[in-house]
């Protein structure tokens, strides 16, 4: 069974920090790779980051230095750590994992994270 479950979002001032959780399955901490991806109103859902099972991470251009995704194999957690927020990071802050081999995509239901300018 894949179960994806966000925490950790909220409001908080330009500048500052978050960090997000995805407490994940076993079989979804499983997947070849997990990953953070983000939609804001009326935008498309777009990549944040990404970490395969060897730990290889991947970060879009626009967080790149500022966010940091990791995951903790002892509690099935993947982590977004977000430093240095901007007004722009504000969405909606989804936890994906994708099986090696397959094009399905699984999704948590979503964070909520306001950045006020």
């Known amino acids: 069974q894949v179960q994806l479950v966000e925490s950790g979002g909220g409001l908080v001032q330009a500048g500052g920090s978050l960090r997000l959780s995805c407490a994940a399955s076993p079989t979804a901490f499983s997947a070849e790779t997990m990953g953070w991806y983000r939609q804001a109103p009326g935008k498309e859902r777009e990549l944040v980051a990404t970490?395969?099972?060897?730990?290889?991470?991947n970060y879009s251009d626009s967080v790149k230095g500022r966010f940091t995704i990791s995951r903790d194999n002892a509690r099935n957690t993947l982590y977004l750590l977000m430093d240095s927020l901007k007004p722009e990071d504000t969405a909606v802050y989804l936890c994906?994992?994708?099986?090696?081999?397959?094009?399905?995509?699984?999704w948590g239901q979503g964070t909520q994270v306001t950045v006020s300018s």
């Open positions: 994906n994992c994708r099986f090696h081999g397959s094009r399905i995509d699984y």
């Open positions: 970490i395969g099972r060897r730990d290889r991470t």
